[in-house]
């Protein structure tokens, strides 16, 4: 089906290891955003991509590595995870200014 | 730095009452979007507001666009349950990025 999935939906991890969250959408869309949600905090960019291998770092970059070797995948990769990281992470696409975005992976570092 | 206020931060009514939710900023913006985000889900584009004094309608649900394209409202119009969720507005920035409001907690309830 058409549309944008991300995996895995939740994650448990521990302090120093190696995560990464995958995001694939099927539309073309040039544009992709990581986005993580905490309470208090809202939505916050983490990085996003404008193209195939195009990425620049958001609001809140720091601890998070990304790349975009196809169009359709844009994979975040927390190198060494800290329990500052314990979030929800959503993952959108877009050709405009409307974004859409997939489920969501709720990720918690013990 | 371009900012999003959102207010009220948070709603509870009863069923069939009307509300209003507003997003205010001191910038202008060349759209804006309102989403709904239900919980465990991400958020899901409602409507998108690109001319000021624009008024779309959604159902029950009106968004307006202010003259100036600096701020932005949206009503409900005899609330239900169905419209309980966290709603969200969206400000376009460059590189198709958004500057997003905190977003409203609405509940209605039964």
């Known amino acids: 089906d058409a549309g944008i999935t991300q995996s895995p939906r939740y994650k448990i991890t521990e302090t120093g290891r190696q995560v990464t969250l995958m995001c694939h959408q099927t539309?073309?869309?040039?544009?992709m955003f990581w986005y993580r949600q905490d309470l208090g905090h809202g939505l916050r960019l983490i990085y996003y991509?404008?193209?195939?291998?195009?990425?620049d770092k958001g609001e809140v970059p720091d601890g998070y590595v990304v790349s975009r070797s196809k169009t359709e995948n844009f994979p975040l990769t927390l190198e060494s995870a800290t329990r500052s990281q314990t979030s929800v992470y959503f993952c959108a696409s877009s050709s405009s200014y409307e974004q859409y975005f997939g489920p969501g992976t709720r990720l918690t570092v013990t | 730095t371009q900012l999003l206020e959102q207010s009220p931060q948070f709603l509870s009514i009863q069923e069939g009452e009307n509300l209003t939710v507003y997003c205010n900023s001191s910038s202008v913006f060349s759209s804006l979007q309102w989403y709904r985000q239900e919980p465990g889900e991400g958020p899901v584009l409602l409507v998108t507001v690109v001319t000021g004094g624009e008024v779309k309608k959604l159902k029950r649900l009106t968004f307006q666009f202010g003259d100036a394209r600096k701020d932005s409202s949206l009503h409900i119009t005899a609330a239900q349950t169905g419209d309980t969720g966290l709603y969200l507005c969206?400000?376009?920035?460059?590189?198709?990025?958004?500057?997003w409001g905190a977003g409203t907690k609405l509940i209605i309830k039964p």
């Open positions: 969206a400000g376009g920035h460059s590189n198709y990025q958004l500057i």
């Open positions: 991509s404008a193209a195939a291998d195009i990425t």
């Open positions: 539309w073309s869309h040039s544009y």
